[in-house]
Nanobody, 122 residues
Framework: QVQLVESGGGLVQTGGSLRLSCEAS????????MGWYRQAPGKQRELAAV???????KYADSVKGRFTISRDGAKNMVFLQMTSLKPEDTAVYFC????????????????WGKGTLVTVSS
């Protein structure tokens, strides 16, 4: 069974920085991509950043230039370095990954963490 666990959320002031971590564990054959979604109060969940197995990255326009996503394949981890934080970044951040399990290696399935809260004060 595959699990994703986030860490690193918390309270930070406007202009500050925060680093989120996500670790995937379980019967993993390979990870096709890992990313971060976020959901602000009263809004729909949106993609913040994603990194593919080949190292390609995509960012939401709202975070481009401020957030950096990275991956440690050996540890099955993904990170989100957030800088120049704004109150608008306040949200629950969810780790997301496409993972091929050892029991079914032909394709990947979508997995989600439980989320970690980031609060940016004015």
């Amino acid at each position: 069974q595959v699990q994703l666990v986030e860490s690193g959320g918390g309270l930070v002031q406007t202009g500050g920085s925060l680093r989120l971590s996500c670790e995937a564990s379980g019967s993993i054959f390979s990870i096709n991509f890992m990313g971060w979604y976020r959901q602000a109060p009263g809004k729909q969940r949106e993609l913040a950043a994603v990194i593919s197995s080949g190292g390609g990255t995509k960012y939401a326009d709202s975070v481009k230039g401020r957030f950096t996503i990275s991956r440690d394949g050996a540890k099955n981890m993904v990170f989100l370095q957030m800088t120049s934080l704004k109150p608008e970044d306040t949200a629950v951040y969810f780790c997301n990954a496409g993972i091929r399990e050892r029991s079914h290696q032909a394709y990947g399935l979508d997995y989600w963490g439980k989320g970690t809260l980031v609060t940016v004060s004015s």
